[in-house]
T-cell receptor, first 120, second 112 residues
Framework: GAVVSQHPSWVICKSGTSVKIECRSL??????MFWYRQFPKQSLMLMAT?????????EQGVEKDKFLINHASLTLSTLTVTSAHPEDSSFYIC????????????????FGEGSRLTVL | SQQGEEDPQALSIQEGENATMNCSYK?????LQWYRQNSGRGLVHLIL?????REKHSGRLRVTLDTSKKSSSLLITASRAADTASYFC????????????FGSGTRLLVRP
């Protein structure tokens, strides 16, 4: 099946530093990746849509300068939390849809295992 | 894009019992998907039902879809403690965004 790898799985950083989270599709090409954020016992909140070779599309209320997204290749998207603050502490999850064929026609998403960010 | 609304918010059952979760949505869809999330993990795709299908089975899972009522249900038969997780439905419509928006989910607890 389609596998999405997310790294790191957890990270602790000091306030004011930047943290980069990587999302890789291991066995398929992903033209589109999505970044979600999840608070404890709550649902996933879609942050942005990452399209290979173009700028990400951010959801309303998400600061694009705060959460930098880069989708430089068909298998890699990165989320950088810049100048992190304690309120940025959360569980970040990426997902990907295929570039076409059976993986890309149904809207099915393949999720990474998530990255837990703790900002001290 | 639209989100599904799951009901109930929480469900606690005994191992071996069946668990039924419902999902409602608002507009026309191409398909509806169900996902599971174990605590602290990513989501796993369980099953997809297309708009022209009424029922679908996969192992102990049974999904129904009623497009006239804009609702779906997920039935887990003979539940196991390992089924303890949050379950989300995601209605998908064909538009340029291909986004999936998730609701609050149903938190299922299967007691051993």
């Amino acid at each position: 099946g389609a596998v999405v790898s997310q790294h790191p799985s957890w990270v602790i950083c000091k306030s004011g530093t930047s943290v980069k989270i990587e999302c890789r599709s291991l066995d398929f090409q992903a033209t589109t990746m999505f970044w979600y954020r999840q608070f404890p016992k709550q649902s996933l909140m879609l942050m942005a849509t990452s399209n290979e070779g173009s700028k990400a599309t951010y959801e309303q209320g998400v600061e694009k300068d705060k959460f930098l997204i880069n989708h430089a290749s068909l298998t890699l998207s990165t989320l950088t939390v810049t100048s992190a603050h304690p309120e940025d502490s959360s569980f970040y999850i990426c997902s990907a849809r295929g570039a076409g064929g059976p993986l890309g026609n149904t809207g099915e998403l393949f999720f990474g295992e998530g990255s837990r960010l703790t900002v001290l | 894009s639209q989100q599904g609304e799951e009901d109930p918010q929480a469900l606690s059952i005994q191992e071996g019992e069946n668990a039924t979760m419902n999902c409602s949505y608002k507009t026309s869809i191409n398909n509806l998907q169900w996902y599971r999330q174990n605590s602290g993990r990513g989501l796993v795709h369980l099953i997809l039902i297309r708009s022209n299908e009424r029922e679908k089975h996969s192992g102990r899972l049974r999904v129904t879809l009623d497009t006239s009522k804009k609702s779906s249900s997920l039935l887990i038969t003979a539940s196991r403690a390992a089924d303890t997780a949050s379950y989300f439905c995601a209605p998908w419509e064909v538009d340029s965004s291909y986004k999936l928006i998730f609701g609050s989910g149903t938190r299922l607890l299967v007691r051993p």
